[in-house]
């Protein structure tokens, strides 16, 4: 009986044996972040995408089943069974390969290389992109591996990137935008190196980096699906820089550009200055010619109120107003601490001595003119 029960737990051990053996001949997992192909005596019989929308996966499936119409027999093309997501699969045992590709976005980092731009010069382009297996079978028919996929971008990629680099400028490629790019209107003047100011031409954008690495994105996919399955979601600059030879003629340049900047900005400044000075001089002769103007209206009517005046005082007593501009033309004429001698004979004498003098400079005429 122990005997018989040992023979038993032998064989179902054997037949569990045999059937996680058989199990894992027929049967294979595809995980989240992989893309499977398998293939039956090298024949593609059963391609697995990512988790892909509906309508992706239609086009997805029309493009896997176009390359197997390339590449094998009608019949064996009617057959290819395409799927997607992932899970548990099943194959034939023994006869059906797996081959396994990543379902990731992955990254592709060129090496720098020279590219000659449509001014004539030179870059040294470090650049990358971000690259993801949209048709695992092309893939596997082109490149197969992942080190050969890169090595089919690094010329795709390169190739886009001189062709659109190619057309474009210097500043374009640095820049995005025109922003910050406007010099004032100056005057013409004469420059050190013999140039006007309003001469000054500035470059403009009409595409930028972001339009031409967009460009260079579109081309690189573009290519890159139809010849290895590839799909190229951003190509980038991540440096570009001058050539050591061309970094003292560029920044003689730059240097000369930015020096007729400033003088357009100086002769803007000095434009302005003389048009403020301008209108302040005009103003202020405006102001003075006004004030002028009044000082003169207002001595005539202070010269004509006082010929009033003496007209009213002569025409009232004409003795006295004889008399007092006598004194005044005495006190005037007579220097401070000198002696006036006046004859007996003179018109001043005879004032002095008339009644008018005597009645109002009852006082010697020594106390009247000073000693």
Same mark, same amino acid.
């Given at each position: 009986? %122990?005997? =018989?029960? %040992? ?35 090298? $024949? ?5 995408? %990512? ?48 081959? !396994? ?12 290389? =020279?590219?000659?731009?449509?001014? $004539? ?20 028919? =082109? ?30 490629? @640095?820049?995005? /935008? ?51 399955? @590839? ?31 400033? !003088?357009?900005?100086? /002769?803007? %400044?000095?434009?302005?200055?003389? @048009? ?69 004979? /003179?018109?001043?004498? /005879?004032?002095? $001595? ?5 009645? $109002? ?11």
């Amino acid at each position: 009986m %122990g005997r =018989s029960l %040992g023979c038993i737990i032998n064989v179902l051990v054997i037949v569990l044996i045999v059937g996680v053996i058989v199990a894992r001949a027929c049967a294979f997992i595809v995980t989240e972040r992989e893309q499977a192909v398998v293939t039956r005596l090298s $024949k593609p019989v059963h391609v697995i995408v %990512g988790d892909v929308p509906d309508d992706a996966f239609a086009q997805l499936r029309t493009a896997i089943l176009q390359t197997a119409q390339r590449t094998e027999t009608a019949a064996e093309a009617s057959g290819l069974k395409v799927s997607r997501g992932a899970g548990l699969y099943f194959k034939m045992p023994f006869l059906d390969t797996v081959e !396994k590709f990543p379902d990731v976005l992955m990254t592709y980092d060129a090496e720098p290389e =020279s590219v000659v731009l449509a001014d $004539k010069k030179t870059l040294v382009v470090d650049n990358f992109a971000r690259w993801h297996i949209e048709n695992p079978l092309l893939f596997r028919i =082109s490149v197969r591996t992942i080190t050969a996929a890169k090595g089919a971008l690094d010329d795709t990629i390169y190739s886009a990137v001189r062709e659109e680099l190619g057309k474009c400028n210097l500043v374009e490629v @640095i820049r995005t /935008s025109n922003a910050n790019m406007e010099a004032p209107a100056a005057a013409p003047e004469e420059g050190p190196e013999g140039v006007e100011v309003d001469e000054i031409a500035f470059e403009r954008i009409t595409r930028g980096r972001e339009e031409i690495m967009d460009a260079v994105t579109k081309r690189s996919d573009d290519r890159s699906r139809v010849q290895y399955g @590839i799909r190229v979601v951003d190509v980038r600059i991540k440096r570009a820089e001058l050539l050591p030879e061309n970094f003292e003629a560029i920044f003689g340049r730059m240097m000369a550009e930015r020096s007729r900047i400033s !003088k357009a900005y100086r /002769s803007e %400044g000095q434009k302005q200055a003389d @048009i403020i000075e301008g209108a302040t001089d005009r103003e202020v002769q405006v102001i003075l010619a006004n004030a002028e103007r009044d000082a003169a209206k207002l001595r005539g009517e202070g010269d004509a109120e006082a010929i009033r005046i003496f007209a009213e005082a002569f025409s009232a007593n004409p003795e006295l107003y004889t008399f007092m501009r006598s004194l005044e033309v005495m006190e005037e004429a007579t220097p401070p601490g000198s002696e006036l001698l006046i004859g007996l004979d /003179s018109g001043i004498y /005879s004032l002095l $001595k008339s009644d008018l003098g005597q009645t $109002k400079h009852p006082a010697p005429a020594t106390q009247l003119f000073g000693e």
